[in-house]
């Protein structure tokens, strides 16, 4: 499996993907610049937090014009995979590769924190590693994180099981209690009606290496290497 790591200008999570995809997984990882437009040889698309192009405007709502990004799109619509962390989260729903919008948060200050997610689903290529139900750990650092969608697209999301993660207490609660940034329906993560797309805001490759202290995010990427390699059998 190769990875493609897209950086733009004002990128800052961009290497520490790479540390978690080939420095602990061993896995051929390519940077990407924002420039580029051939991403032929890529099978995974991780659009990295950070502050691209400086966030100027609005987060995501330049990169989504890069070259870079509309190789993304038609990498997409192949029906392979990308995911978004934090700032690329912003820049998928901008791009139209997923719905809704990231806001301000309900407390208009950047948090960053570690949160608690239950994990809604485990048999997507994203969380196959993980069990439907189970409650992890994951760092959070963002502004604009709170997750916006008008009634119609949250029952869309919510019928067809897009919610992969979701924000919740310590004890798996989904409440106000649990909830960092007041986005609705506690949304901490979704994919888009394929499956093939994924935009969350905390940051599993924050919770990869063992020498951090925490490990759940790992499992995300790990679940990836599983997947592909059953679909290939």
Wanted: charged share 20%.
């Amino acid at each position: 499996m190769k990875f493609g790591v897209i950086v733009f200008p004002g990128s800052n999570c961009d290497r520490d993907v790479v540390w978690v995809t080939q420095g602990l997984l061993h896995q051929q990882t390519r940077m990407i610049w924002h420039e580029d437009t051939d991403i032929s040889d890529i099978d995974i698309i991780v659009i990295p937090g950070g502050f691209s192009y400086g966030d100027y405007l609005r987060c995501g709502a330049i990169a989504r014009f890069s070259p870079a990004m509309q190789a993304t799109a038609e990498h997409a619509k192949q029906g392979k995979l990308v995911l978004g962390i934090c700032n690329g989260f912003q820049v998928l729903t901008e791009a139209g590769l997923l719905p809704g919008a990231l806001v301000r948060n309900a407390g208009l200050h950047f948090i960053c924190d570690r949160a608690s997610l239950k994990v809604e689903r485990g048999n997507t290529p994203w969380t196959s590693a993980y069990s439907s139900g189970e409650i992890i750990d994951l760092p959070i650092a963002h502004g604009e994180g709170n997750y916006y969608a008008d009634a119609d697209t949250l029952a869309e999301l919510e019928e067809h099981d897009q919610v992969l993660f979701r924000y919740c207490t310590s004890a798996g609660e989904i409440s106000a209690a649990g909830n960092p940034n007041g986005s609705l329906n506690n949304i901490a993560g979704i994919c888009n009606r394929q499956g093939n797309v994924l935009g969350m805001m905390p940051h599993p490759e924050r919770a990869s290496d063992p020498m951090l202290g925490e490990t759940d995010g790992v499992k995300l990427f790990q679940g990836l290497l599983m997947a592909t390699v059953a679909a290939v059998l």
